[in-house]
Each structure stands twice: as structure tokens, then as C-alpha cells.
């Protein structure tokens, strides 16, 4: 082969390798980022009802919604139904403090949030539930409940009665009693509750759940500032 062929063959060599480098290199920045389609985010921030599963119940710490809730609702004298009855339907609200933090009142407190009549939803990135459409097959709600993390108590029932604190406490499988809440106990721990900003002083489950109620549980140091009401805009 002549010298002239071997210089052009030379050439095309080089020309192919480059070639190649750029279909590498195109390839490797298309796959930088999803594309816009892929994008599952929702950039409106509405509430939206999704699929995935809920958050870990351990996020609840240090009591996260019990796995009976449906038991839990009748050991509180309360009668599960398979649709939430509206003709009697007022709101509560409670925080509860430890040493001066806030301990988040779990969504789904009396709801059996795994049958498949109850829906989950996302509310500012967390957790609510039901929507029953379409009464469930087996007892699903409890008259007494949570949809979501606000501290909202809901009372939702076909008879014109009010549900107390305490029942609240056997829904959610925390002991509650004048001197204790949970494993906190006086005199070791300080404890204090408090309706509509006021200091309570009686038997704390007996609190009636009455329409737009504040109920402030407070173990040990108490916060900066005792809730007298609540954001009732939630409900």
C-alpha cells in the first residue's frame, strides 16, 4: 500500500474515534436529569389523594397509632361504623407537650386506615384518612376520631353525645389518669393539663370533647406558651 493510502486511512481512523467520544459524551449528558416527564413532583402544593404508603409509625414518636384500631374504639365504649354519621359532628383540638416539645397526635386515631373503604390522602406532605365514599364492608371508623396529624378530634355521630379526653387516650393506647400519661407519672414528673388556656384540675379523662374545645396536655416542663385555642380554619 502506498504511503498516500496509509496517511488517508490514517484519517478516517482518528474521524471515527472522535465520532464515537461524541456519541458518548451526548449520551452521558442526556441522562444527567429525568426529563420533565418523569417529573412526579406536585408544584402546586394542593392536597392530593395518593397511593403510597403512609410514613413509618415510628415518626409518631413516642406513640405512634396502635394496630387495633377498631378494638381499640370499643375497649373506649365506642361503637365502630362502616360510614361516618354527620348528624352530630363537632371538633376538639389537643396538644400535648414533653418537657416542653410537642408530641404529634397521630392521623387515623380510631380509623382502620388498611381497609380498603377508608382513603389516604396527603396533607402538607403527610398523611390523612377517609373519605368513605361508599360504607365500608366490615366497621372501619370509630364516632370518635382523627383524619390527620393537626390535633383535630373529631366527633362524628348519629346520637348527640359528647366523647371525653380519656376515651381519646384508649383509642391511641396511652394511659391517662390524674397523676399519669403513659410511663410519666407524678411525683417524678410534673403532670398538668389545661381547657382553653385555663389549668384543669380534675380527672383529665372526663374532659367533654365539646365543639371547638382546646385541651393542652403538658409532662414535665411546660412550653413557652400554653395554647388557649386552635387554628379551627383546619377543620
Given at each position: 500500500m502506498s504511503p498516500h493510502l496509509n496517511g488517508r486511512a490514517a484519517?478516517?481512523?482518528?474521524?471515527?474515534?472522535?465520532?464515537v467520544a461524541l456519541v458518548v459524551l451526548a449520551a452521558c449528558g442526556s441522562s444527567s436529569k429525568p426529563s420533565s416527564s418523569s417529573d412526579t413532583s406536585n408544584p402546586t402544593g394542593s392536597t392530593t389523594e395518593i397511593t403510597a404508603a403512609p410514613p413509618d409509625a415510628s415518626t409518631y414518636a413516642p406513640w405512634p397509632a396502635p394496630p387495633d384500631p377498631m378494638a381499640r374504639a370499643r375497649a373506649a365504649g365506642l361503637v365502630p361504623e362502616t360510614y361516618e354519621h354527620l348528624e352530630f359532628h363537632v371538633h376538639a383540638h389537643l396538644d400535648v407537650y414533653v418537657d416542653g416539645k410537642q408530641v404529634l397526635v397521630p392521623a387515623g386515631l380510631g380509623i382502620d386506615t388498611k381497609n380498603p373503604g377508608v382513603h389516604l390522602f396527603e396533607t402538607d406532605g403527610l398523611p390523612a384518612y377517609g373519605g368513605i365514599r361508599v360504607p365500608c364492608q366490615q366497621p372501619c371508623i370509630s364516632p370518635l376520631h382523627t383524619h390527620d396529624v393537626t390535633g383535630i378530634l373529631h366527633t362524628e355521630s348519629s346520637s348527640r353525645t359528647y366523647n371525653t379526653l380519656g376515651q381519646l387516650f384508649v383509642e391511641w393506647g396511652v394511659r391517662l389518669t390524674p397523676t399519669c400519661v403513659d410511663t410519666y407519672c407524678e411525683?417524678?414528673?410534673?403532670?398538668?393539663?389545661?381547657?382553653?388556656g385555663a389549668k384543669y384540675s380534675g380527672d383529665p379523662t372526663k374532659i367533654p370533647l365539646s365543639n371547638l374545645k382546646e385541651?393542652?396536655?403538658?409532662?414535665?416542663?411546660p412550653p413557652d406558651q400554653i395554647p388557649n385555642t386552635a387554628n379551627w380554619d383546619q377543620i
Open positions: 484519517s478516517l481512523a482518528s474521524l471515527l474515534v472522535a465520532l411525683p417524678e414528673t410534673t403532670i398538668a393539663v389545661y381547657v382553653n385541651i393542652a396536655v403538658v409532662v414535665g416542663s
